[in-house]
Every structure is written in structure tokens, then in C-alpha cells.
């Protein structure tokens, strides 16, 4: 089993679903991260989340909603988002935040449509 | 606004060369370096971090770290084609400790 799991791998949404990510880390850490990837651009930190209160909310739009229940899981829920949201959405954890390594799941390739 | 530079390439370099891709930062205080490994649809994967300045050898990999120039290097030896991928430099932010990402560097080894 990996260390960060993300759900769904591939997910293709109309502007007015809504859909979560779902991510999962069996490494034990304290620290868990979303990113968003575009072409062409950095990694674009979203929130992170240490033990399971959330420490950074880097100005995304309220389109975008996360909530960590407990220190191993990670959703991102999605609500009207637009096209210009279609992107890979990463996950990540670290043992605490910074510092030490992080390590990404899978990813999610999320096109709206 | 803290940064993180690097060339977006291609890099290619022929199989069996040793191929060198860089990196500058600009938040003088930053304390760990790391370099991921991402091919095409994938997700980051770690291959070295580095906390202190010199030199770091893992397998293939050496990572390099100059504090003073707010530098830091990776250099792969005997490149295989299966290491073109694209290399995020990543830092930590001395402020917040959160990580800040370049936008990569694309390496092309030819077979």
C-alpha cells in the first residue's frame, strides 16, 4: 500500500456539480497539504492541515473546501468550479509541517467541463 | 514574494553522461532542500533532500548545497533514459516552514 493515497485518479465535472477529493496517509504524519499543479506554473500550495486543524488557507476561492476529520485523511470538496479549475490536485504529507520531506499521493486530473 | 529558480529546459544530455540541473532561491534563511522527480501525468516523487551545505550522494544522485549562494544542484551520473522527467527544486520557507516549488526542469536523456 502507498504511503498517500488519493481518490479519484481521474475526474471530469460539470460547473455546477459537486464532487470531493479524497486523500489518505499511512505514514503516520502530522501534516497534510493541497496543491494544485498547472501547466506551466509551480506547485500552488492550497491549505494545509496540521493535526487536523488548518493552518494556511493561501486566498483560494470558496469554490474549494477542505476538511480534515482526523490526521490521516484529507477531502477537498468542489462546488461550482470553473473551467479554468482543471488542473492536478496533489495531496501530500510531512511528519510535521515543513522541515522534513513530503510526500505527494497519486494525484487527481480533475477537468471541468 | 519568496522564490525558487530554475531553467525549464530541455536539458538533454546522451545516455551515460551525467546531467546537471540547478537551482537558486531567494529566502536567504531556508533550511531544507529537496529535489523531486515527476514524469509526464505523474505525481512528485522524492529523490534527495539536503539540510546542510556540501555535497549529498545517494546511488546516481548527488545533491549539492551552497548556502552562500543560495544554490543548490542535483547531478546525476551515468543518465538513463528512463531519468527524463521533469525535477522540481523545492525549499522551505524560513518564515511559515512551508515548502516553495520552482517550476522545473525538464530532462531529456538520448538514447
Known amino acids: 500500500e502507498t504511503g498517500v493515497t488519493q481518490t479519484p485518479r481521474h475526474l471530469v465535472m460539470g460547473m455546477t456539480n459537486k464532487k470531493s477529493l479524497k486523500c489518505e496517509q499511512h505514514l503516520g504524519h502530522n501534516a497534510m497539504y493541497w496543491y494544485k499543479q498547472s501547466a506551466k506554473k509551480p506547485l500552488e500550495l492550497m491549505f494545509v492541515y496540521s493535526l487536523e486543524e488548518r493552518v494556511e488557507n493561501n486566498s483560494v476561492p470558496s469554490r474549494f473546501s477542505p476538511e480534515c476529520p482526523n490526521s490521516s485523511h484529507l477531502f477537498l470538496h468542489l462546488h461550482t468550479l470553473q473551467p479554468e479549475d482543471s488542473a492536478l490536485y496533489l495531496c501530500a504529507s510531512s511528519q510535521d509541517v515543513g522541515g522534513r520531506e513530503a510526500f505527494f499521493g497519486q494525484g487527481t486530473r480533475l477537468t471541468v467541463v | 514574494q519568496k522564490e525558487v529558480e530554475q531553467n525549464s529546459g530541455p536539458l538533454s544530455v546522451p545516455e551515460g553522461a551525467i546531467a546537471s540541473l540547478n537551482c537558486t532561491y531567494s529566502?536567504?534563511?531556508?533550511?531544507?532542500f529537496f529535489w523531486y522527480r515527476q514524469y509526464s501525468g505523474k505525481s512528485p516523487e522524492l529523490i534527495m533532500s539536503i539540510y546542510s551545505n556540501g555535497d549529498k550522494e545517494d546511488g546516481r544522485f548527488t545533491a549539492q548545497l551552497n548556502k552562500a549562494s543560495q544554490y543548490v544542484s542535483l547531478l546525476i551520473r551515468d543518465s538513463q533514459p528512463s531519468d527524463s522527467a521533469t525535477y522540481l527544486c523545492a525549499v522551505t520557507d524560513s518564515g511559515t516552514y512551508k515548502y516553495i516549488f520552482g517550476t522545473g526542469t525538464r530532462l531529456k536523456v538520448l538514447a
Open positions: 529566502d536567504r534563511g531556508s533550511q531544507s
